[in-house]
């Protein structure tokens, strides 16, 4: 589902799960979209965060007080889903430390409780072929989802992006740091097919061959 970000739904027996929910008034797009495959936002059974950014949780509240659906999220990103804390800005901010100031007059984002902190492996209460892999550097705990099925589907979040040709590069968003190139590491050692994007459209062959094609570029 996409409106300037991207939302995705994994279908299952037991329910539709949401990862990430897009920026403020986003909930009637992922409503339409829901209907499209003859589901209702009373289908989602949880709600998966990659991140604590506005434009990846403006939707959290509506989605989840129309569902009822369990928030999962990290431990470090889950300060700012529950508003605790400020949104921190993405890394690109810190080469132009004017543009910091500018985040204070994004839209207001409603805080929700994360009912599950979600780890490394199999995410507890969900089907086990969804597991989490820790891809920290565009937010201090920002995560990213396997999922077992179709050769295996990665949702990256913001971790990455990947271009026309098929690339797999950082992105505009993002800039080189240890901990942000261990991370695409950490995604190019798994094995998935299919990588899901923030903000790009997914790629939907040898997904995982293009990041280890990258991560080559970083030795």
């Known amino acids: 589902i996409t409106k300037g970000v991207n939302?995705?739904?994994i279908d299952g027996?037991?329910?539709?799960?949401?990862?990430?929910?897009?920026?403020?008034?986003?909930?009637?797009?992922i409503e339409a979209g829901l209907a499209g495959i003859g589901r209702a936002l009373s289908d989602v059974?949880?709600?998966?965060?990659?991140?604590?950014?506005?434009?990846?949780?403006?939707g959290l509240a509506a989605v989840q007080t129309a569902s009822g659906a369990k928030v999962y999220a990290s431990c470090a990103d889950t300060p700012a889903v529950e508003g605790r804390v400020a949104m921190s800005p993405p890394p690109f901010a810190?080469?132009?430390?004017?543009?910091?100031?500018?985040?204070?007059?994004?839209p207001s984002v409603a805080p929700v409780s994360v009912d599950h902190q979600v780890d490394v492996g199999p995410i507890d209460g969900l089907p086990e072929d969804i597991t989490v892999i820790e891809t920290p550097g565009h937010t201090l705990g920002h995560v990213s989802y396997l999922?077992?099925?179709?050769?295996g589907v990665a949702f990256v979040g913001d971790a990455a992006v990947h271009t026309r040709g098929g690339q797999v590069k950082r992105g505009w968003m993002n800039r080189?740091?240890?901990e942000f190139d261990a991370s695409l590491r950490r995604l190019a050692s798994a094995d998935f097919a299919i990588a899901c994007f923030g903000h790009a459209k997914p790629l939907m062959a040898d997904a995982s061959g293009a990041f280890q094609r990258f991560v080559a570029t970083l030795d």
């Not at 037991?14 to 008034?25: A, E, K």
């Not at 059974?45 to 403006?58: C, E, Q, S, Y």
């Open 7 to 9: 939302s995705f739904v």
């Open 13 to 29: 027996d037991d329910g539709v799960v949401l990862i990430d929910t897009g920026i403020p008034r986003f909930h009637g797009a």
């Open 45 to 58: 059974v949880a709600i998966l965060v990659t991140h604590a950014h506005m434009d990846h949780v403006g």
């Open 94 to 106: 810190d080469r132009i430390p004017f543009i910091k100031p500018v985040f204070r007059w994004l």
């Open 147 to 151: 999922l077992d099925r179709s050769g």
């Open 176 to 178: 080189s740091t240890p």
